[in-house]
């Protein structure tokens, strides 16, 4: 089979665009060039990737199953590409790590730093992502490293103690307030929550917390990041959950208070798993005995 890496990235961005011509055009390719990549590529598979409507194309059934090997092979050739440079220039290798938003603002960050003085030779690549997508991005070897917490794991992988946290309630002083110094899931179920997205360890945490009441979360107000959510929390359109660490590195205004809570559903616990494939073995370890050891 033929596939080039401009055929990849047609087919995934045709998948993202619901349009030839628009994934033509991302590309810089003409239409009529892209759709006969599209056809010959379809030739060889024996099977249709996207059905042709009148405005536009959508996935099939099989095409769904057949991206996420398109996808993995472009992860790849990107993989490839990084890691050449890099030993192209001396050093010993790339390690990826993957962690959530509230890990990296709290003990990533400070951890890199001297994993980098420890081991300059390595080149090192941070992404930010939620602990589900970290932990997809794990399974699917795109990263090396990842942390997630620990009760949204489901890989099949070894898991190894990394850091704990835990929640505080963040509220607009001028719409909320909390006589007491700690407040119950009792206290806060008839508020409403501003909370991070889908995956996130803060949403797993409140529903949960909801669950324990024999109640579902409705989760009206569903923030990209902690960033979004003080936004909305600002306005009094609801309180927000979030560790103090992330709260204070936002340099909060005395118009935003904090309060603890009570119980345990609101404590975390970060773990890191990390997969052999593509790292050079021994740079892996070294990273890997680093954090470890942080």
């Known amino acids: 089979m033929k596939l080039d890496s401009t055929t990849v990235q047609l087919v995934l ?12 055009d991302k590309l810089n390719l003409a239409v009529a060039a892209a759709s006969r990549r599209v056809t010959d590529l379809e030739a060889q598979l024996g099977t249709r990737l996207f059905k042709r409507q009148p405005h536009g194309v959508r ?36 390690i990826i790590i993957g962690a959530p938003k509230a890990a990296i603002i709290q003990f990533l960050a400070a951890d890199i730093a001297r994993l980098r003085d420890a081991y300059p ?10 602990s589900k997508i970290v932990q997809q991005l794990l399974r699917d070897k795109v990263i090396d490293v990842g942390i997630y917490e620990k009760t949204s794991g489901f890989l099949d992988l070894p898991k190894f103690d990394y850091r704990q946290d ?15 110094a700690t407040v119950g899931i009792d206290d806060i179920l008839d508020l409403p929550i501003v909370s991070l997205g889908k995956g996130s360890a803060v949403l797993a945490a409140v529903q949960r917390a909801y669950r324990s009441r024999g109640r579902s979360f409705p989760n009206d107000f569903s923030a990209s990041g902690f960033d979004t959510m003080l936004a909305l929390v600002r306005h009094g359109l609801g309180v927000g959950l979030m560790p103090p660490e992330v709260l204070r590195s936002f340099h909060p205004e005395d118009a ?27 740079v892996l370890r070294n990273v890997v005995g680093q954090l470890r050891g942080a």
């Open 59 to 94: 996935v099939t059934e099989a095409g769904e199953r057949l991206l996420a090997h398109v996808r993995q092979i472009d992860n790849l050739i990107g993989r490839l590409a990084g890691d050449a440079q890099v030993l192209g220039q001396g050093r010993d290798g790339r």
């Open 121 to 130: 030779q390595i080149a090192l690549k941070i992404l930010e992502e939620n």
């Open 13 to 24: 961005a045709i998948a993202e665009e619901g349009s030839i011509s628009r994934a033509a």
């Open 166 to 180: 835990r929640l505080v309630l963040v509220y607009s002083r001028r719409h909320f307030g909390f006589d007491a």
């Open 256 to 282: 935003l208070g904090s309060v603890e809570l009570d119980g345990d559903w609101h404590r975390r616990a970060y773990v890191l798993s990390f997969v052999d494939g593509h790292a050079q073995e021994q």
